[in-house]
């Protein structure tokens, strides 16, 4: 049985912008922050035991770099959504990141509130049981942002949603 809590973890070298993301992600009913961690070890310790619904990744850690750790999170907890959340949005990041298992790939400055968003949909029914989900989550190839929830079928520039 799946539990109606999302857990999530966030992973950025920033206290003050770990801080920020607490505060707009628990603010959301069903959202329990199960760490804030700044670097790679302490995290990947979290996603062994915790298995968390949502991990928050800036790409640069404390101890190394984040997108070396995305496999890793994918590999303790396969079902885990990898939201990549940074100001280095080159592409050749975003196809790394991408490649490597990320979910998601935002542009900090410019998409920072479209993380809540991602955690709301998450919430929702039609993103848990919907029809053509696996273990709870969408198998939907682009979601975007149209304005309430992230919905299934455009494509935007500023985010990307992998095949899960």
């Known amino acids: 049985?799946?539990?109606?809590?999302?857990?999530?973890?966030?992973m950025d070298d920033s206290e003050i912008i770990q801080e920020r993301?607490?505060?707009?992600?628990?603010?959301?009913?069903?959202?329990?922050?199960?760490?804030?961690v700044t670097n790679s070890g302490e995290g990947l310790d979290i996603v062994s035991s915790c298995k968390p619904g949502l991990v928050v990744l800036d790409i640069r850690l404390a101890d190394r770099v984040g997108m070396d750790i995305i496999k890793k999170i994918k590999h303790f907890?396969?079902?885990?959504?990898v939201v990549v959340l940074t100001n280095y949005t080159f592409s050749a990041y975003r196809i790394h990141c991408?490649?490597?298992?990320?979910?998601?790939?935002?542009?900090?400055?410019?998409?920072?509130s479209k993380v809540r968003d991602i955690?709301?949909?998450?919430?929702?029914?039609?993103?848990?049981?919907?029809p053509g989900r696996r273990y709870g989550y969408?198998?939907?190839?682009?979601?975007?942002?149209?304005?309430k929830r992230y919905k299934p079928g455009v494509r935007t520039r500023?985010?990307?949603?992998k095949d899960l």
Request: a negative charge; one cysteine or more; aromatic letters at 6%.
């Open 98 to 112: 991408m490649s490597l298992g990320a979910d998601y790939f935002l542009d900090k400055s410019l998409e920072f």
């Open 21 to 36: 993301l607490k505060e707009i992600l628990c603010k959301i009913d069903g959202v329990e922050c199960v760490g804030k």
């Open 1 to 10: 049985m799946q539990s109606n809590k999302l857990t999530i973890l966030i």
């Open 138 to 147: 969408s198998d939907s190839k682009d979601m975007v942002d149209s304005g």
């Open 77 to 81: 907890s396969p079902h885990t959504i």
């Open 119 to 130: 955690a709301e949909y998450m919430l929702t029914p039609e993103y848990r049981k919907g």
């Open 158 to 161: 500023q985010m990307v949603h």
